[in-house]
Nanobody, 127 residues
């Protein structure tokens, strides 16, 4: 059974950092793209970045490029989202998702359907 569990969210001051984790169950990261999304209060969900299955290459949306870093540990079945220099506008629920795919993962950041989702972890950036 495919399952994704996010953790690592919390309350952080502007300028701080967080590392979110996404532990996956029921599949191998070598076969699935893992995109990350966020949803700010009152706004639509948006993609922020992803990691490709085959080679672990990453892609980011322009709004977060340079501050967000995605990595993975295949042995731990875990994908990480490192967020640096947090801003109040980064506040929201962060979700990881999974889609069986060998191709460029960026397509999932811009609306292509993703089959599996975690329940999210809340990040609040405030002083």
């Amino acid at each position: 059974q495919v399952q994704l569990v996010e953790s690592g969210g919390g309350l952080v001051q502007p300028g701080g950092s967080l590392r979110l984790s996404c532990v996956v169950f029921g599949f191998t990261l070598d076969d699935y793209a893992i995109p990350w999304f966020r949803q700010a209060p009152g706004k639509e969900r948006e993609g922020v970045g992803c990691i490709r299955s085959r080679d672990g290459s990453t892609r980011y949306t322009d709004s977060v490029k340079g501050r967000f870093t995605i990595s993975r540990d295949n042995d731990k079945n875990t994908v990480y989202l490192q967020i640096d220099n947090l801003k109040p506008e980064d506040t929201g629920v962060y979700y990881c998702a999974a889609q069986r795919s060998r191709y460029d993962c960026a397509q999932y950041l811009y609306g292509r359907a993703v089959d599996y989702w975690g329940k999210g972890t809340l990040v609040t950036v405030s002083s």
